[in-house]
């Protein structure tokens, strides 16, 4: 499985955009990027994900470089409540159902 | 509710003593998941429930841990024996197909204190 590298820490000024980068550069072509946010005392909740092409929902957008070595959440405008701890996860739903877990992005959103 | 339900919220025992968490996933959920979190750690995978299948132990860190799923639904993560390395946060989180999916639902997750 591929292991994913992300920054340890990023701050943000409320309402500006959030780009939160991961480095999976020995995904396999049928890894899937996941991304997961937990705040504070909370359960991780699922944010997005994507094998190629961009991706974006109501939350964020995901993007995903050609050569899928590396990818880019973005949150368009950060409030003080995507103060969060943000995980990108390689997954791979044949060989591989228990998504691996690194210590993720601590993101401070400032107002 | 219609999310994942977990119990109780906080526990705090004693070193030795038995205790057992309770996780209700959402209905109609196949698979189910238990994780647990040290402080300030990431989550580190425990053990997965899919239908009627064996379940995948690999997880489990030692033999005081078991779980089970009663009738594909709710599950109970039993620690035998606590020891003080047993604290942490178990969280358990369900998804709605046969596993293919990495889009999981977690709870709010049981605060384990072992004195």
């Known amino acids: 499985d591929a292991k994913t590298t992300q920054p340890p820490s990023m701050d943000c000024a409320e309402g500006r955009a959030a780009n939160l980068p991961c480095n999976h550069s020995?995904?396999?072509?049928?890894?899937?990027v996941y991304w997961y946010r937990q705040i504070h005392s909370q359960g991780p909740q699922y944010i997005i994900h994507?094998?190629?092409?961009?991706e974006t929902n109501e939350m964020a957008s995901l993007i995903i470089t050609e050569d899928r070595k590396s990818s880019t959440l973005i949150l368009p405008h950060a409030t003080l409540r995507d103060t969060a701890v943000y995980y990108c996860?390689?997954?791979?739903?044949?060989?591989?159902?228990?998504?691996?877990w690194g210590l993720g992005t601590s993101l401070a959103v400032n107002p | 509710g219609a999310g994942v339900s977990q119990s109780p919220s906080n526990k705090v025992t004693e070193k030795g003593k038995d205790v057992e968490l309770r996780c209700d996933p959402i209905?109609?959920?196949?698979?189910l998941y238990w994780y647990r979190q040290s402080l300030g750690q990431g989550l580190e995978f425990l053990i997965y429930?899919?239908?009627?299948?064996?379940?995948?132990k690999s997880g489990l860190p030692s033999d005081r841990f078991s779980a089970e799923r009663t009738g594909g639904s709710v599950s109970t993560l039993t620690i035998q024996r606590t020891q003080q390395e047993d604290s942490a946060v178990y969280l358990c989180?369900?998804?709605?197909?046969?596993?293919?999916?990495?889009?999981?639902?977690f709870g709010e997750g049981s605060r384990l204190t072992v004195l």
């Open positions: 989180a369900s998804s709605r197909t046969s596993g293919s999916t990495g889009e999981l639902f």
């Open positions: 020995t995904i396999s072509g049928n890894e899937y």
């Open positions: 429930f899919q239908g009627n299948s064996a379940p995948d």
């Open positions: 209905s109609g959920h196949t698979a």
């Open positions: 994507g094998l190629k092409n961009n």
């Open positions: 996860i390689a997954f791979n739903a044949g060989n591989n159902r228990k998504l691996i």
